[in-house]
Nanobody, 116 residues
């Protein structure tokens, strides 16, 4: 099993920034990609950004240029730096990890609310 724990969510004003963290533990060997997804009220969960073991990144068009995914390999942690936040970024943000032969693991999510 892989355990994922997110942190860093909260309330921020439009135009502000937040940094999310996701710490992975357990059987983390053979995780080949980690990423962030989000789900707004009444909407389906959507991809925000992913980071492969080899360092390749992928972003949703709506966050390109504003969000940055990164990792601290020594701490088995990934981050999502979110800048220039808007109300449309309000959602529960979930960390995910894909592990060979085991499928996808999800964290419990962290709420991000962008409001004045």
């Amino acid at each position: 099993q892989v355990q994922l724990v997110e942190s860093g969510g909260g309330l921020v004003q439009p135009g502000g920034s937040l940094r999310l963290s996701c710490a992975a533990s357990g059987f983390i060997a053979n995780i080949y990609v980690m990423g962030w997804y989000r789900q707004a009220p009444g909407k389906q969960r959507e991809l925000v950004a992913t980071l492969t073991r080899g360092g390749n990144t992928n972003y949703a068009e709506s966050v390109k240029g504003r969000f940055t995914i990164s990792r601290d390999g020594a701490k088995n942690t990934i981050f999502l730096q979110m800048n220039s936040l808007t109300a449309e970024d309000t959602a529960v943000y979930y960390c995910a990890a894909d592990r060979s032969a085991s499928g996808r693991y999800w964290g419990r999510g962290t709420q991000v609310t962008v409001s004045s």
